[in-house]
């Protein structure tokens, strides 16, 4: 299994991005994934989490109501829509996967075990 995610850059407060998770591998139907973002000098924090089937979400208080994550099982990737960002949401983003346990998420990096290379995202005050 891997994962790859894309789509970040530089853009200014208020503006939007939209990332990519791309999973490589077999299965990916089984597969929750969750997005998480680590800025410098801190620790990965959890943002986003969406269920195998993508009709169950869960997303941190810092981002609820700006951020949207959907998957297409088809296309084998999850993306996350963010719009009205925020200088405080630059950061690297990553994706990771896991397909053990019964929940949509899990708030941990280390309880994924498949995590892919990040994108950077920076926002420009």
């Known amino acids: 299994v891997q994962l790859q995610a894309s789509g970040g850059g530089l853009v200014q407060t208020g503006g939007s991005l939209r990332l990519s998770c791309a999973f490589s591998?077999?299965?990916?139907?089984?597969?929750?994934v969750a997005w998480f973002r680590q800025a410098p000098g801190k620790e990965h924090e959890l943002i986003a989490g969406?269920?195998?089937?993508?009709?169950?979400?869960y997303y941190a208080d810092t981002v609820k109501g700006r951020f949207t994550i959907s998957r297409d099982n088809a296309k084998s990737t999850v993306y996350l829509q963010m719009n009205s960002l925020k200088p405080e949401d630059t950061a690297v983003y990553s994706c990771?996967?896991?397909?053990?346990?019964?929940?949509?998420?899990?708030?941990?990096?280390?309880?994924?075990?498949?995590w892919g290379a990040g994108t950077l995202v920076t926002v420009s005050s």
């Open positions: 990771a996967a896991t397909n053990q346990g019964s929940s949509h998420y899990y708030a941990r990096w280390t309880d994924y075990d498949h």
């Open positions: 591998g077999p299965s990916f139907i089984t597969f929750i």
């Open positions: 969406i269920s195998w089937e993508g009709t169950t979400t």
